[in-house]
């Protein structure tokens, strides 16, 4: 089955029906990477064991939003 028949068969679907897929489709599309999670994982923990080393200093969080 093409891809075009796909589609026109998914679109004689009920609504329901048609929203059910495409969030079927969507949520494949963002399976979360467990390498880049761990990534960010360690980054996080590192930035934090600074943070509270005095290594590093914190940003208030009006300032990282403040308008320029």
């Known amino acids: 089955m093409s891809c075009k028949e796909l589609l026109n068969q998914a679109m004689a679907l009920k609504p329901e029906e048609r929203f059910i897929i495409i969030e ?21 923990e590192k930035r934090l064991k600074a943070y509270r080393q005095g290594m590093i200093k914190g940003i208030p969080m009006e300032e990282v939003f403040q308008d320029n």
Do not use: H, T
């Not at 079927?24 to 990534?39: A, C, H, R």
């Open 24 to 44: 079927g489709l969507l949520n494949s599309l963002d399976e979360p990477d467990q390498k880049l999670n761990e990534i960010w994982v360690e980054e996080a």
